[in-house]
């Protein structure tokens, strides 16, 4: 969850001074035990994990106009001093040590530690590029100082971050969109751009002329001044994808070399706790960040009660730095705010006594893990059930928009945040190993002799197609003669597109409708044609599959309720045709079960579809012939 800049500016942030690396003896530092298991350590010595919560402010920032919203001094007689008291002794009642991002001065800091986002580099979409530009060091002495300067006293701040969640795959902090990238963001810029010319140069260091980077991203290119998302969209060869990864990691490698140098100079003695990662980054970036940080810090939404060991692996792997898990979260239906619960990342359950659960399963598989030395919960109170201001309306509190405890879940926080020291110190579990491989899901056809070799998908569907997409997109679908032709206005998220179902003749008539039984196949050829650069991507759900997070699937049909997509590939302006693998499908994160096995089951399929990727554009897309091969 990405904050906006005033809603540190609007909270009165009380900080503390730690230290790091060899800097005064008297300051916070991370450390192992002569088991290898990992602690914060306090000035007087003193062992400790950091639990928290994210957002211990007084009130909502920015509501919009027209709704209702968190005003915890307004319970007090509009009593802010009394509100922080009150909300510290339930904090600390609970088990709670740490006031995480975005917290309030207002709460007394004794008995708790403190963090701050410090954003470095600012808000700006293209901030990641900020490495590049010659001013960034006085950039981030001016952001530093703006969101430090609530902080007169800093003996308990346990440390600071980077930024939060900053766009580091390109579009956003989370979506793997191959052809919109940190280098693709850096085309976008104008030709003056310090951060465009560092592109050009590094381009012009590996290929020398436009016209042999066009051979090798496989678009010719006539000049540097020609670069543009536009002319990159299309571009999904391995050279193309080997620049895009090294020139991220430059980027990043110029980001926090220099931010650090100026943190260490405005802040000497502070920890710094990474940059809060919106669940991954790329390679180069954990290992950018790793070398400047003292802890790794990753914002991880789980659906099960559990850390992401791979994620962890990969971090720890990078790094043989502590890690944070810096944001989690469940919700729950029913909730005294009146949350819908529409939008917002995590889990929804049922009860408060289930995201109490989700929240024991979590912290205690999380510091089963020696190098874990902090979890960070999101966030203290509800947001508003019309939006906060970003429209997300989820039941995240601990405490509700009238400032009412959620006693079934805090009491289960309580008696756990009771036992992790203990746990943690006693840890026994084996180092996380990085996961090997592609991270593509599994796929093995069944033989069927007795069907045909190839399947038309666009013939008589079980049911008409279903059209899905972002808010801002539109897709409309209709038939010109066997063709399927899709007129979109894509808008500028996730796009949208259509879900087909399978021939009549494969329905499953035992399984929930509309599943059908495909499998024996190897590959989706689809003949097609639409513009040059628009980007799509196959889809696959199986018959159980709906929201991530459902408290269970419907399995009657033997599958266990995945999503999978494809990479993406270009339209080229004329007839082309595709050939997509099912073994080279990946595991949807948005939709679907997040728990399934990872294997594609094409025996109970729900549905197979085409999404257009989200880039302000409209134009048609025309599928002559779709099938499944052997």
Same mark, same amino acid.
Request: charged share 25%; glycine share 10%; with cysteine.
């Given at each position: ?11 009165a ?22 088991k ?50 009150s909300?510290?002794?339930?904090l ?22 403190r ?9 700006? /979409? &293209?901030? $990641?590029?900020?490495?590049?530009r010659?001013? +960034? *060091?006085?950039? @981030?002495?001016?952001?530093?100082? %703006? ?18 969640e ?31 010319q560092?592109a ?44 895009? /990864? &090294?020139? $991220? ?6 980001? +926090? *070399?220099?931010? @650090?140098?100026?943190?260490?100079? %405005? ?7 990474g ?21 790794i ?5 789980r ?79 509800d ?12 039941n ?40 090997e491989?592609?991270?593509?899901a ?11 070799p ?23 679908w ?18 949208g ?23 024996g ?53 004329s ?19 997040q ?20 880039r ?15």
């Amino acid at each position: 969850m990405t904050f906006a800049r005033r809603l540190l500016l609007g909270a009165a942030l009380v900080l503390c001074q730690g230290a790091a690396f060899a800097l005064p003896p008297e300051g916070f530092k991370v450390q192992a035990d002569e088991k290898g298991v990992w602690w914060f350590v306090a000035p007087d010595g003193s062992k400790f994990i950091s639990v928290g919560v994210n957002n211990v402010s007084p009130r909502a920032w920015n509501p919009r106009e027209g709704t209702t919203f968190y005003d915890g001094p307004s319970h007090f007689g509009g009593d802010e001093k009394a509100w922080g008291a009150s909300t510290a002794k339930l904090l600390k009642d609970h088990g709670f040590n740490t006031l995480g991002a975005w917290s309030s001065g207002a709460v007394p800091d004794a008995g708790l530690y403190r963090t701050v986002v410090l954003y470095v580099a600012g808000f700006g /979409a &293209d901030r $990641t590029l900020e490495g590049f530009r010659p001013g +960034f *060091e006085e950039t @981030a002495r001016k952001n530093i100082a %703006e969101q430090m300067q609530n902080a007169p006293d800093r003996s308990r701040l346990l440390g600071v971050f980077f930024d939060n969640e900053a766009p580091w795959f390109g579009r956003n902090a989370w979506d793997r969109t191959p052809t919109y990238t940190v280098l693709d963001v850096a085309f976008s810029l104008p030709a003056g751009d310090a951060a465009r010319q560092a592109a050009v140069k590094f381009l012009t260091e590996r290929y020398r002329t436009p016209a042999k980077m066009g051979e090798a991203w496989g678009a010719a290119l006539k000049s540097w001044n020609d670069l543009s998302v536009e002319w990159s969209a299309a571009c999904l060869t391995d050279a193309a994808k080997k620049d895009r /990864a &090294d020139f $991220t990691t430059l980027a990043a490698e110029r980001f +926090f *070399e220099r931010a @650090a140098k100026v943190v260490r100079q %405005e802040l000497p003695g502070v920890l710094i706790l990474g940059a809060r990662f919106a669940g991954d980054a790329p390679d180069g970036v954990f290992k950018a960040v790793a070398k400047h940080s003292d802890v790794i810090s990753i914002n991880s939404y789980r659906f099960e009660p559990s850390v992401d060991e791979g994620l962890l692996a990969r971090s720890w792997s990078f790094a043989n730095k502590p890690v944070m898990f810096t944001e989690f979260s469940w919700r729950a239906r029913d909730n005294t705010s009146g949350n819908p619960n529409t939008r917002g990342a995590g889990p929804v359950v049922q009860t408060q006594a289930q995201r109490g659960e989700g929240y024991a399963g979590y912290v205690s598989d999380a510091f089963s893990h020696r190098m874990v030395v902090g979890t960070h919960w999101f966030e203290y109170f509800d947001q508003s059930p019309q939006g906060r201001f970003d429209g997300e309306d989820s039941n995240y509190g601990l405490v509700d928009i009238k400032n009412r405890p959620y006693a079934d879940l805090l009491s289960r926080m309580r008696a756990t945040n009771g036992t992790l020291t203990k746990q943690h110190a006693s840890t026994a579990r084996a180092e996380p190993k990085a996961s090997e491989g592609t991270g593509k899901a599994k796929y093995t056809p069944g033989q069927h002799p007795d069907r045909a070799p190839t399947v038309d998908l666009l013939g008589e569907w079980i049911q008409p197609p279903e059209i899905w997409g972002a808010p801002d997109a539109k897709v409309v679908w209709s038939r010109r003669g066997r063709e399927l032709v899709l007129a979109y206005d894509t808008g500028a998220q996730y796009g949208g597109g259509v879900n087909l179902f399978g021939p009549a003749t494969t329905r499953v008539k035992s399984a929930p409708a509309p599943t059908s039984d495909l499998d024996g196949y190897a590959a989706f050829v689809i003949e097609f044609t639409a513009p040059k650069g628009v980007q799509l991507n196959v889809v696959l759900a199986e018959a159980a599959a709906g929201p991530p997070g459902q408290v269970k699937y419907d399995i009657g049909a033997g599958d266990d309720g995945e999503a999978f997509i494809s990479e993406p590939f270009a339209g080229t302006g004329s007839r082309t045709t595709a050939r997509i693998e099912l073994s080279a499908l990946e595991r949807q994160k948005f939709f679907g079960s997040q728990s399934g096995k990872n294997a594609v089951d094409t025996r109970a399929v729900r549905n197979f579809g085409l999404q257009i990727q989200g880039r302000p554009q409209t134009g048609e897309v025309a599928i002559h012939r779709w099938t499944l091969e052997r």
